[in-house]
């Protein structure tokens, strides 16, 4: 399972000009309770062995945030144009 969530983080980093517009807040090394209070409770969520991704998503753009063992976000990628709004 490892194998699988390495060939999507390599093949998402491959990936150019997936973002326009405003730019997504630095994720890096944030836990994952920062990143609830960034971006609110993810509309899915998905565990693969040791890691998990959440998902976000907005009317033209979507968000998906990778988390490692200690859930501390190893990779974030957003597409589309999203409006980051802290949750009240």
Request: with cysteine.
């Amino acid at each position: 399972m490892n194998k699988i969530y390495l060939l999507i983080l390599i093949i998402l980093s491959a990936c150019t000009n997936l973002y326009q517009g405003d730019e997504l807040p630095n994720l890096k090394t944030k836990t994952s309770e920062q990143v609830l209070n960034l971006l609110g409770k993810p509309v899915s969520e998905r565990k693969e062995g040791n890691f998990k991704m959440w998902a976000y998503r907005q009317s033209d753009c979507s968000t998906l945030v990778f988390f490692n063992q200690d859930e501390v976000v190893q990779y974030a990628e957003q597409r589309g144009q999203c409006i980051v709004e802290p949750e009240n």
